[in-house]
């Protein structure tokens, strides 16, 4: 076998592995999709939603007359007057006939018997109680379907937030290589320099405890890594051996931009509004519905069944039809005592509507002035960094001139680091300013689903 031809057996057995790793690589939209979809939360949320519809639907069946079909059951016995004079000949004319007496014997005995029947209730009118009713099951539904959608937005923005952890990791990573080869360069030469006297030996020290910081904080950068890639996995419900295209993201974060807050935050659109409102529209129907409790009820009736004859012990057809009027007279000041507690109930939802609302416009204001310093502070980071940035490529330069110190190249290089973790952490909060703003609005699915990027 060739050289040539055992690398291209190599290069065969090899690819396939590699070709699966690629396809694996899940993006930000696909680790959001699934995590929306799979997150037992959110299932137990929506499960949460379609039983309140039912509910919905169950309440306006409330509506619609109800028809029953009844039957009993049971052994009665019933004693006969007349068959018993018959029995007796306590009057003129007796009866002697064996027969016949045997029949007017078995009209007083035990028997069993089935009556069946049928009912139909209709009500006409009930003040508005069940009108009120309704209302209440079709607003608590759309609570339900509001804290549904809540729990999608949070469990994507906690995906999304370990993915940002994640791509902001790989940038770190590789700062911290470069990093790293500086230190070690600079350690190796002022150790020499300590050998041969130059230096003191302490001073070469101070060379070799910065690589060994740095060794530090990349082993505990990869292990950063593993953590998050790790929780998105749990998150989402990936495969052990999944990994995550944070490619997009990082080509993003490397030029350290300010994130832009949407152009329109609408304070009735948070959660916590659209719950405080309908906390007070549910407690306006409550009130309704107590006072429609002391109206009147108007109800149609229809029954049709058998009734008992004691004379024939038979069970006659019978039917029953009418209007039923049923009024509280008196319950104990019950009913309004219900109303009095209604009124103070929407009383304080109204007040908590509007303190929820001025709290959520003040939110969305403080969270704006946020942006706007973290705007000033990277612009501020950003020019830093092109200052730094430029002493460190003099002082590389000078150093493979030989006029610069490895002691001033790893300042350089230091400063350098810094600059670029000061500017990445603020387009990071940038970022995730924007994220949060999303969520309260109601539109991170969406934009995370379609991968877009400010």
Request: proline fraction near 4%; include cysteine.
């Amino acid at each position: 076998m060739t050289k040539q031809t055992g690398w291209l057996l190599l290069i065969f057995f090899l690819a396939p592995p590699f070709s699966q790793a690629q396809q694996k690589l899940i993006s930000l939209a696909t680790t959001v999709r699934r995590v929306v979809a799979t997150d037992p939360g959110v299932l137990a949320r929506q499960a949460e939603s379609a039983a309140a519809q039912t509910e919905t639907r169950r309440a306006e069946a409330k509506r619609l007359p109800r028809l029953d079909i009844t039957t009993g059951t049971g052994v009665g016995k019933s004693v006969d007057d007349l068959a018993n004079v018959l029995l007796t000949g306590l009057v003129p004319v007796a009866v002697t006939n064996p027969h016949t007496r045997s029949r007017l014997a078995s009209l007083s005995l035990s028997r069993p018997y089935v009556v069946p029947g049928a009912s139909l209730e209709d009500t006409l009118y009930d003040g508005g109680q069940t009108a009120a009713a309704i209302e209440l099951a079709r607003l608590t539904a759309d609570k339900s379907r509001v804290g549904s959608k809540q729990a999608r937005e949070d469990v994507a923005y906690q995906a999304a937030l370990d993915y940002l952890r994640l791509a902001r990791g790989q940038i770190l990573q590789r700062d911290l290589e470069q990093y790293a080869q500086i230190a070690q360069l600079a350690a190796k030469a002022l150790a020499a320099q300590a050998k041969v006297g130059k230096i003191a030996p302490t001073d070469a020290l101070v060379g070799a405890s910065k690589y060994e910081a740095v060794e530090a904080a990349l082993s505990n950068d990869r292990d950063d890594l593993r953590l998050w890639s790790q929780l998105l996995r749990q998150l989402g419900g990936f495969p052990p051996d999944t990994a995550f295209d944070t490619r997009p993201l990082e080509a993003y974060l490397a030029d350290f931009p300010l994130s832009p807050l949407p152009e329109q935050m609408e304070v009735s659109k948070t959660r916590a509004v659209r719950d405080a409102a309908l906390d007070a529209r549910m407690a306006a129907e409550q009130l309704r519905s107590a006072r429609a409790a002391r109206l009147p009820q108007v109800s149609f009736l229809a029954e049709y069944g058998f009734q008992f004859s004691n004379l024939l012990f038979t069970f006659r057809p019978g039917y029953n039809v009418g209007v039923e009027v049923t009024y509280p007279l008196f319950t104990g000041r019950r009913r309004s005592r219900q109303i009095a507690l209604s009124q103070e109930r929407l009383i304080a939802a109204r007040l908590q509507a509007r303190k929820t609302q001025e709290e959520q416009a003040a939110t969305d204001e403080q969270m704006a002035e946020e942006n706007r310093n973290v705007g000033r502070d990277l612009e501020a980071a950003k020019t830093s960094l092109a200052q730094a940035s430029e002493v460190y490529r003099l002082a590389r330069l000078k150093y493979d001139q030989g006029i610069e110190s490895p002691v001033d190249l790893l300042k350089a290089a230091e400063l350098w680091l810094k600059s670029r973790q000061q500017c990445l952490a603020l387009a990071q909060s940038s970022l995730r300013l924007r994220w949060a703003v999303l969520r309260s609005q109601g539109q991170l699915v969406t934009t995370l689903e379609q991968g877009v990027l400010p």
